[in-house]
Nanobody, 122 residues
Framework: QVQLVESGGGLVQAGDSLRLSCAAS????????MAWFRQAPGKERDFVAT????????WYADSAKGRFTISRDNGKNTVYLQMNSLKPEDTAVYFC???????????????WGQGTQVTVSS
């Protein structure tokens, strides 16, 4: 089993940047694809970005493309989401997930963190 803990969220203004971190423990992180999802109040949990187990492939939601970057440091058992040019519509709880493949579907991931709140003011 894998345990995931997100951190790095906070309150920022539009145009600011944040870097979210997801620290993993348990089974070795290099065997898992990782992803970030987000969920705003009253909305579905939406895909943001995913990265393959070896870090060689990344995929992004259209809303994140060009602004967000997913990366991983398997030596530190950590996955990151660098978020630049933040917009109010990015406000959500951001969740880290681990699974067998780099997918865009929440159902494809087996393990989830508790989430970290990102709030972007106008």
């Amino acid at each position: 089993q894998v345990q995931l803990v997100e951190s790095g969220g906070g309150l920022v203004q539009a145009g600011d940047s944040l870097r979210l971190s997801c620290a993993a423990s348990g089974r070795a992180l290099p065997v898992y694809a990782m992803a970030w999802f987000r969920q705003a109040p009253g909305k579905e949990r939406d895909f943001v970005a995913t990265i393959s187990a070896n870090g060689g492939g990344t995929w992004y939601a259209d809303s994140a493309k060009g602004r967000f970057t997913i990366s991983r440091d398997n030596g530190k058992n950590t996955v990151y989401l660098q978020m630049n040019s933040l917009k109010p519509e990015d406000t959500a709880v951001y969740f880290c997930a681990a699974g067998p493949r780099a997918l865009m579907r929440a159902a494809g991931f087996n393990y989830w963190g508790q989430g970290t709140q990102v709030t972007v003011s106008s």
